[in-house]
């Protein structure tokens, strides 16, 4: 890498630590309200785990998919969870009338389940077998039943203001054949995804108003480093790829997302109350929904082809710093969609400032497991995880450095915009 591209790097990454470290701690200290005497420790982490297996385990969910999913069920819960303890924070969507009386575990597996059986209706007999049993764990009574109702209400919301939204709509992207223009990539040649530059955000008032200004033109030095940089470290067989940043570019590729572990092993390390993990997960998961949208809205309004296209047809972008090669293969296979810019690092830098904001510091240590890559990897910190996903796409073959640092940009422009404008303390 030469100090240039580095330094963009850097650059991206000081950004986001500047994310994490926008607002004072609000979550981990916050005080602890009475309702939460009622609550069950682990009542969100179990019902993310069973948003995870309706999600990815049975639907197998592509991560851009995937996204809106979890945001509709973290917001649901949260407003439950949050009108129970008397709203200590802004709603999402809804504040329904509470006692504090009301039995939280109740809630969330309502709010959880109404959600998960409506986005899944082909799964609605398991869901059901999963809440009653969930349901006979909390003693029967007023509270169950005012717990159902706050978790009825905030979910109806919830599904009300996701109609009409976007999701599942035209999936093709326009197909180009002049230099610099996206086109579908072997060996798939698969074309996907398009819908979701135009889904509507979950807190962005228009998923356009990050826009940047673009990935560099073909003939400029800044294309031929980011072409250079790809076409040796990203090649399938490259020799100068280590094993690490191998297996680093299989773990970040792995469609069972090492954030979803990311998240639940936080909440348990870190003692979350019901209350602070709820919060915690809406945040991310709101946050990594509205960065996908936006990045997605990038590569439609650029088009810009993948490194695959780019190599192989060197030839014809007028550079001539950049020699054609006809077979050049990627480590990984590239998704079915343009390069610029980067969805994975929009969606990790959008969940990991969040993070970082939520617990207001950096360098809180975790893992997670890759069944893809069978390796574990630990950070330091979260911004060290955004650094890595940068690195970890070009080392796959799949994206340029261009279009990773601005996607992972557009990832904190995202959690800035949400930290300053939703679930803040109204204490």
């Known amino acids: 890498m030469t100090g240039q591209v580095r330094a963009r790097s850097k650059v991206v990454c000081a950004a986001v630590a500047g994310i994490l470290a926008a607002a004072s701690p609000v979550a981990v200290t ?40 979890f945001a509709m069920v973290h917001g649901a819960v949260y407003d439950a969870v949050n009108a129970i303890a008397g709203r200590p924070y802004q709603p999402y969507l809804v504040a329904p009338h509470t006692n504090g009386r009301e039995s939280v575990d109740a809630a969330v597996g309502t709010a959880a389940f109404q959600v998960l059986s409506t986005l899944f209706p082909t799964q609605r007999e398991r869901l059901e077998t999963q809440y009653e049993q969930w349901l006979t764990m909390i003693p029967d009574g007023a509270a169950r039943r005012r717990g159902v109702s706050v978790g009825s209400q905030t979910a109806a919301a919830m599904i009300a203001a996701r109609q009409n939204d976007g999701a599942f709509g ?39 108003m990050f826009r940047s200004s673009g990935p560099p033109a073909l003939t400029s030095d800044r294309y031929a480093r980011d072409y250079l940089e790809v076409k040796a470290i990203g090649r399938v067989d490259s020799s100068i790829r280590t094993v690490d940043q191998t297996q680093a570019a299989i773990w970040w590729h792995d469609r069972h997302l090492g954030e979803w572990e990311i998240k639940r092993q936080l909440a348990e390390n870190q003692r979350l109350t019901t ?20 990045c997605y809205n990038e590569k439609r309004a650029w088009m810009f082809w993948r490194p695959i296209t780019a190599i192989r ?12 090669d006809p077979t ?10 343009p390069d610029y810019t980067s969805g994975h690092t929009c969606f990790t830098a959008a969940s990991m400032s969040a993070l970082g904001y939520f617990f207001g510091r950096d360098d809180i240590p975790f893992s997670a497991y890759s069944e893809a890559s069978g390796t574990t990897r630990y950070f330091g910190g979260f911004s060290q995880a955004v650094a890595e996903v940068i690195e970890a796409r070009i080392w796959g073959g799949i994206h340029t450095r261009t279009a990773d640092v601005e996607g992972a940009r557009i990832g904190a422009q995202v959690t800035a915009y949400m930290v300053r404008n939703y679930f803040r303390p109204r204490r």
């Open 328 to 337: 050049w293969t990627p480590l990984l296979v590239t998704p079915p969609h």
């Open 170 to 208: 035209n999936p093709s992207w326009p197909v180009g054949t002049e230099p610099g223009q996206w086109r579908p990539t072997p060996p798939t040649n698969a074309n996907d995804g398009a819908w979701v530059a135009d889904l509507r955000p979950f807190l962005l008032p228009s998923a356009s």
């Open 30 to 69: 916050a005080p602890t309200y009475a309702a939460e005497a009622n609550m069950s420790a682990n009542a969100v982490v179990v019902w993310d785990r069973n948003a995870q297996t309706a999600i990815w385990d049975v639907a197998g969910q592509q991560p851009q998919v995937q996204a809106r999913s």
């Open 313 to 324: 047809l060197g030839d014809t972008d007028g550079n001539p710093a950049t020699d054609a």
């Open 275 to 294: 209350l602070q993990t709820a919060r915690m997960f809406a945040m991310v998961d709101l946050a990594e929904a509205d960065a996908t949208t936006a």
